[in-house]
């Protein structure tokens, strides 16, 4: 007869209330990368089924500039927070993700200039050779005059498919006392006296949110979005093939953008943007459903209004000669003939670890969520109105800012508007955003999220 003692201390009590333990997940070496993340087809279009709730939440930190030890300790602190949430919460939709990013106050301030210039990937495009990887974002020409140029030390993103498990999140990091996580009391979580929190931004990302959060907030323009839609604009967000996948984006990964190494300090890291997007949806929706179409991606498209996720397969993809010969021909840019020949290959590659890729295939990766927040839920730094505004979250990882400045230079596209006398309205779907803030950050690899190099200083 088995002694109860002996059959209590043998059993793992931890795994009755920690489900993190009972879904086996290998933690990727990207911050970017979402396991357990599936696909679903949409008319033979796969398209990933996102995480479905998000909150970014924005801050400066809260000691001194030149207080070294707070920063080594703070360290410590964050990357057992980090553990404590993850040990809980498995890193799968049905848990939460976690994404630590990093603005370039935190490196200014915090870091030895000769520290950071020695560890940061430096640009290797042309006429930017040598700059840091991670640089200040800009205002671009179609920018409204009140944008907001953030200078946040450090960002977080959360995503779930329970809003619930963000909440809870949110709680235990940020707010002091005793906070529960999944009802497991929270020991070492509470990061909230080493940051000064400058924003809290909250959205969606699923299949008819758009719609029907808007028409119940009477939202105008609201009832005119295709049921189904993920975007505010139309449209699915997340085809696979206009996503890149693996580690495509980090720093490292593809020829040409930086100097970077898969044995470099930031290897596995990325370029990490973010801006706060507000759309005019009575203005877009007075363009027909072809017209929105040919706007969204290009002039030659000729699917039908019901199909919401268009093939964006390598195979589809424009590259500058075809953009050139649709704006000649058609007095047109579509968004994604704008994005397309920079964010996909221009010829076949052979990645830093061998991967060989075909031309057309993506490498930028987006993890936008829309949003009724106006502008945010909370604003350290500026007012917030209860009147809802539908609006985008824009989360974009490539392998350098320099790049990403590239393409939203071309999302403005102003010398095509010069050559072809094009209209603002004729320029992809620019005209119709208005964007309200915006600043880029750099996404550490993983292993390096909890303030990377205090460990150096």
Known sequence: MTEVGAETDSFDWAKV??????VQVTPPLTQYELPGVTEELHKNVPVAVVPLWHAVV?????????????????????????????????????????????????????????????????????????????????????????????????????????????????????????????????????????????????????????????????????????????????????????LAAGNLPSFETLPGYTDATPD????????????RIGLDLEHWYRFSPKERLQRMFHPRRTETEEVLSPDQSPATSTFREQRDEDVAQHGLVGHNEQMQYLSRLDKDTTTAYGQKLEKGTVFFLRQDFDTVENPFGFWADGRVSAQPAPAVHFVGFGPSAQHYELMRQEMDSQDLKAKHNLPDENIGFTDMLVTSHRQNYLLPPRARRAFPLAELV
């Open 17 to 22: 209330v920690d489900y993190s333990k009972r």
């Open 264 to 275: 470099s300090y930031f290897a596995h890291g990325t370029n990490m943007h973010l801006s």
């Open 58 to 242: 924005t801050a400066r930190l809260a000691f001194a500039p030149d207080d070294r030890d707070t920063l080594r300790a703070a360290q410590l602190r964050l990357a057992n927070a980090l553990a404590e949430v993850e040990n809980v919460y498995p890193l799968q939709p049905q848990g939460i993700f976690i994404q630590v990013g990093y603005g370039l106050p935190y490196f200014r301030n915090r870091i030895p200039g000769k520290l950071t210039d020695e560890f940061m990937p430096k640009s290797t495009l042309a006429g930017t050779e040598g700059q840091w990887a991670l640089i200040d974002s800009i205002r671009f020409p179609m920018d409204p005059d009140d944008l907001v140029l953030e200078g946040n030390e450090i960002c977080f993103h959360f995503k779930s498919d329970f809003r619930a498990h963000i909440d809870d999140v949110l709680a235990v990091l940020f707010q002091p006392g005793e906070q529960l996580l999944n009802g497991i009391p929270a020991e070492n979580a509470y990061i909230g006296d080493l940051l000064t929190v400058t924003s809290i931004r909250r959205g969606f990302a699923g299949h008819n949110m758009p719609k029907l959060i808007g028409e119940r907030l009477r939202i105008p323009g609201a009832d005119k979005i295709p049921a189904g839609a993920m975007l505010f604009l139309g449209f699915t967000s997340s085809h696979v093939h206009g």
